[in-house]
């Protein structure tokens, strides 16, 4: 079951930006966290029942680098939060889309993470989360 957007992750070239999204929001960022496995360092901010992440790549081979290089900054991806990652995926497997992971893997904030291949989802980027709490 897809329970609410749980985040939408924003691309930027430096968390510098935070200072900017401090004001928006009137609101500091709760966590920093490195993601080594994506080359991606992110910090979190709660909005109501949902959040906000900000993007910086680590590294220019990362993705989030890639991206900006193609599209520049701007939203990046919308998360949904489910119940059950696995089951979601096998739903949408099952009608035919595919998944950038073969198998769900640890994403930030605690979550278990999968993507929707975005060939499928008309140029949006859409992320599948888990929290792992509720494992
Ligand atoms: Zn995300």
Same mark, same amino acid.
């Given at each position: 079951?897809? $329970?609410?957007?749980?985040?939408?992750?924003?691309? &930027? #070239?430096?968390?510098?930006? @935070?200072?900017?999204?401090? !004001? =928006?929001?009137?609101?500091?960022?709760? $966590?920093?966290?490195?993601?080594?496995?994506?080359? &991606? #360092?992110?910090?979190?901010? @709660?909005?109501?029942?949902? !959040? =906000?992440?900000?993007?910086?790549?680590?590294?220019?081979?990362?993705?989030?680098?890639?991206?900006?290089?193609?599209?520049?900054?701007?939203?990046?991806?919308?998360?949904?939060?489910?119940?059950?990652?696995?089951?979601?995926?096998?739903?949408?497997?099952?009608?035919?889309?595919?998944?950038?992971?073969?198998?769900?893997?640890?994403?930030?904030?605690?979550?278990?993470?999968?993507?929707?291949?975005?060939?499928?989802?008309?140029?949006?980027?859409?992320?599948?989360?888990?929290?792992?709490?509720?494992?």
């Amino acid at each position: 079951m897809i $329970k609410k957007i749980e985040h939408i992750g924003i691309a &930027v #070239k430096s968390l510098e930006v @935070q200072k900017v999204f401090d !004001k =928006i929001l009137n609101n500091k960022a709760y $966590k920093e966290e490195k993601v080594e496995s994506e080359k &991606v #360092k992110a910090i979190f901010y @709660q909005t109501g029942e949902s !959040k =906000i992440e900000l993007l910086e790549s680590t590294d220019e081979t990362g993705t989030i680098a890639k991206y900006i290089e193609k599209r520049g900054e701007g939203i990046h991806h919308i998360a949904f939060a489910v119940d059950n990652l696995l089951e979601e995926m096998k739903r949408l497997q099952s009608e035919g889309f595919e998944f950038i992971y073969p198998e769900p893997k640890r994403g930030a904030d605690n979550q278990l993470i999968n993507f929707i291949h975005p060939k499928f989802t008309h140029g949006v980027l859409i992320e599948l989360c888990q929290e792992v709490n509720e494992l």
